[in-house]
């Protein structure tokens, strides 16, 4: 057996992707800064925020493990134990396989993925959360749902000869997510749908349109999103390779097919393509295209994205059925999205395209890579939904979810956070000196 | 001395404004303002919802004129504030009793 030499050039791309997945986070804050109203415009960027500091503590104390960890050689989480990535410095990447990468890339990595998934939910949330219990919120939802969850998805397990200690759950099912379809948007989507139910709606919900405040902040949010995306997807190949290159391409070709599809249906629908509806189709199509970015060829990537984009704008429709106040449309771009992309895989996966991949319908793999997605996926979504509403509702009870209506009516700013995002007068507010 | 308001559409500021200036007409004080008349509002459709907006932007133009040119003022202000469709709003007169120039003292007639 040879020994595995550290690859610079692997190493050095998963270091920059980390790099850019980092960056998706405050474009997510602008992303949905933009989209809320003025005068709750820093309450929304904080969500995200905050989660960078929360998750990426937790993640060094006990998340990387509890997520990766392999020596309790569970199926369901990786080790009750601390990370203890100080005595990792010089280990190497073993996942279902040797990758020539540090552990400690690996660990950084995968902790942006840990970050933006429960900051992704604040947009469901948004205009009338508790501060604090947003931040209780995150902390006790990445344990016990994303950390499990990730272990399922993505911890293919420490592979030695033939032997395999500790894969995942649904990894080892052979249920195929590249970069996160099931365990960040699926479980995004799932529990930014409860936790809209668990705080209710908000006031004049339905009667107000709530306009976005600031376009220009939301076209700069899915910028950031798309750039930063190339990390997410084209990283998950953990090295400079083949795999890497056509996560990239698709990644590209979905996103951009998803933000005409979303501009088509608005103009036929309602006459005018709007700067919401490209932004909102980019992100769909870069939500329906990670699971799928490595195992299909870019003539199907962009057929993933043109319906990704067709269909949510279709799907944020599905509140005002339902009765649901998912404020920025976190079910409607992120569950409906990450849906699509992982069972799109049960028409479009492609042995010839990835020899790690299976082949779809459209393939004649027949159905059964279909219904391993599908499997996945409502098990991810089952899963992400139940247990959000039972947080949601113990801290509702507890230390109360949703701030006073008068708080909520003349802005969450500036008394969540004594500050409001514009000043924008010349006149005095008056006062004495004290 | 009479104080005209007057509501009107935003894009037929300049045009009023214009108006009042060529007849003589000095002075006002603009601001912006939001409200409905007998129509109650329109319905507009965004992100696929539609919602009934009752407050639409207007303009309030306020100025003061003499009691002897308020009718003209008030004529004035209508021609130019009009497109004929729905929306164009509503101009009045309220008697004023006093006014005072701030920087001169001047009062009455002389301070308008």
Not at chain 1, 62 to 69: E, M, N, Q
Not at chain 1, 83 to 104: C, M, Q
Not at chain 1, 268 to 277: A, N
Request: net charge neutral; glycine share 12%.
């Amino acid at each position: 057996m040879t020994e595995i030499v550290l690859n610079t050039g692997d190493t050095a791309w998963v270091l920059a992707s980390t790099a850019l997945v980092l960056l998706m986070t405050p474009g997510l804050a602008l992303f949905y800064g933009g989209m809320v109203r003025a005068k709750s415009v820093l309450n929304m960027m904080l969500m995200s925020m905050v989660t960078i500091g929360i998750v990426s503590v937790l993640w060094v104390i006990y998340g990387f493990k509890l997520a990766f960890g392999y020596e309790a050689n569970s199926q369901w989480y990786g080790e009750f134990s601390l990370s203890g990535l100080g005595s990792a410095v010089n280990e190497l990447t073993n996942n279902g396989g040797d990758y020539p990468i540090p552990l400690l890339a690996f660990a950084a990595f995968q902790l942006m993925f840990a970050i933006i998934t429960p900051a992704l939910i604040s947009g469901a949330i948004a205009d009338r959360t508790k501060f604090t219990a947003w931040a209780v919120f995150v902390t006790i939802w990445v344990t016990v749902v994303y950390f499990p969850v990730a272990h399922w998805v993505f911890a293919f397990g420490n592979k030695v000869g033939d032997t395999v200690t500790g894969a995942g759950f649904l990894a080892a099912r052979g249920v195929q997510d590249f970069a996160g379809g099931t365990a960040v948007h699926i479980n995004a989507g799932a529990a930014g749908l409860a936790m809209a139910i668990i705080l209710g709606r908000r006031v004049g919900w339905r009667r107000e349109s709530m306009r976005p405040h600031s376009l220009p902040l939301v076209l700069i949010g899915a910028g950031l999103l798309w750039f930063g995306w190339f990390g997410f997807n084209a990283g998950s190949a953990l090295g400079a390779n083949g795999t890497a290159a056509l996560a990239l391409l698709n990644t590209q070709v979905a996103t951009a097919a998803a933000a005409l599809g979303w501009l088509l249906v608005e103009k036929i629908r309602d006459g005018h393509p709007t700067s919401l509806g490209v932004a909102s189709g980019a992100v769909a199509g870069l939500v329906a295209i990670t699971p799928a970015c490595a195992f299909v060829a870019p003539w199907a990537a962009v057929m993933i994205g043109l319906i990704a984009g067709i269909l949510c704008a279709l799907a944020v429709g599905l509140k005002y059925l339902f009765n649901f106040d998912d404020s920025l449309d976190v079910v409607g771009v992120h569950l409906v999205g990450g849906l699509w992309g992982c069972l799109s895989l049960g028409f479009f996966g492609s042995s010839a395209i990835n020899s790690l991949g299976l082949d779809g319908l459209f393939y004649g793999g027949g159905a059964t890579l279909l219904g391993k997605q599908a499997f996945g996926a409502f098990f991810v979504l089952a899963y992400s939904f139940i247990v959000t509403l039972i947080i949601g509702f113990a801290i509702d009870k507890t230390m109360g979810l949703r701030v006073k209506e008068e708080a909520e009516v003349s802005g969450i700013d500036y008394d969540q956070h004594a500050e409001t995002g514009y000043e924008l007068t010349t006149s005095s507010r008056g006062g004495f000196s004290s | 001395m009479k104080l005209i308001t007057a509501i009107i559409k935003p894009q037929k500021l300049d045009a009023v404004k214009e108006a009042l200036v060529s007849a003589g007409i000095t002075g006002m004080t603009v601001s912006e303002a939001k409200g409905f008349g007998r129509q109650l509002g329109l319905t507009e459709v965004y992100r696929g919802a539609a919602y009934k907006v009752d407050l639409i932007p207007k303009i309030r133009l306020e100025v003061v004129v003499s009691s002897k040119i308020a009718d003209k003022a008030i004529k004035v202000i209508a021609d130019a504030a009009r497109t004929g469709s729905i929306g164009d709003g509503k101009v009045w007169s309220t008697s004023v009793d006093s006014v005072i120039r701030v920087r001169t003292g001047e009062s009455g007639e002389e301070a308008i």
